[in-house]
């Protein structure tokens, strides 16, 4: 699958300073999907210009938006702009982690993945690809078809060093 990762912009002290940290997470994530077959983009909003409400998101198969609180209003406007183009949104962070309910009930995101994503999310997108809506993943969260939201218990990754170098 192709799939586009996306790290909001963070307006907090730090970036005004100029003090900008690269997104280790989403290096994580892509370098585990490749791993696996994936082709896989990262855009970083901190460090290079994203109109994200004129991006071609039809261009990928998946988009995977991590965000904490802060940033949450970021991830919220890049999600609806690629759910307008009819792709799959996928959540992860730490605010989807602890508001997946909300996040999928408002229909923000198709997916939210709870905690670590390493494994879940590799999970997630090999499942999409089979064409399995509704896969029981540890770690996962979605809305089935009776509209009930759906979330399942997070994985902790019992084996750190299966984790390959991020990106």
């Known amino acids: 699958m192709k799939i586009l990762l996306v790290n909001p912009i963070n307006p907090s002290y730090y970036y ?3 003090l900008i940290f690269p997104p280790l997470g989403l290096g994580y994530l892509s370098a585990a ?3 696996h077959g994936h082709e896989v983009k990262i855009i970083d909003m901190n460090i290079e210009k994203f109109d994200f409400q004129n991006y071609h998101y039809a261009d990928y198969d998946l988009v995977g938006i ?3 609180t ?3 209003p970021w991830a919220e406007y890049i999600a609806k702009c690629a759910k307008a183009q009819g792709v799959k949104v996928v959540m992860g962070g730490p605010h989807p982690s602890v508001d997946a309910y909300n996040i999928l009930k408002s229909k923000t995101a198709d997916y939210v ?6 494994e879940s999310f590799v999970n997630l997108v090999n499942a999409v690809e089979k064409g399995e809506r509704y896969s029981n993943i540890g770690g996962v969260g979605y809305v ?3 509209g009930e939201v759906h979330l399942s218990a997070m ?3 019992s084996n ?6 991020p990106d």
Do not use: A, M, T, Y
């Open 66 to 68: 991590s965000s904490d």
């Open 160 to 165: 750190l060093d299966s984790i390959p170098f």
């Open 155 to 157: 994985k902790f990754i």
């Open 144 to 146: 089935n078809e009776k």
């Open 70 to 72: 802060v940033r949450f």
């Open 113 to 118: 993945v709870l905690g670590e994503g390493e």
């Open 33 to 35: 999907l490749k791993q």
């Open 16 to 18: 005004r300073f100029g």
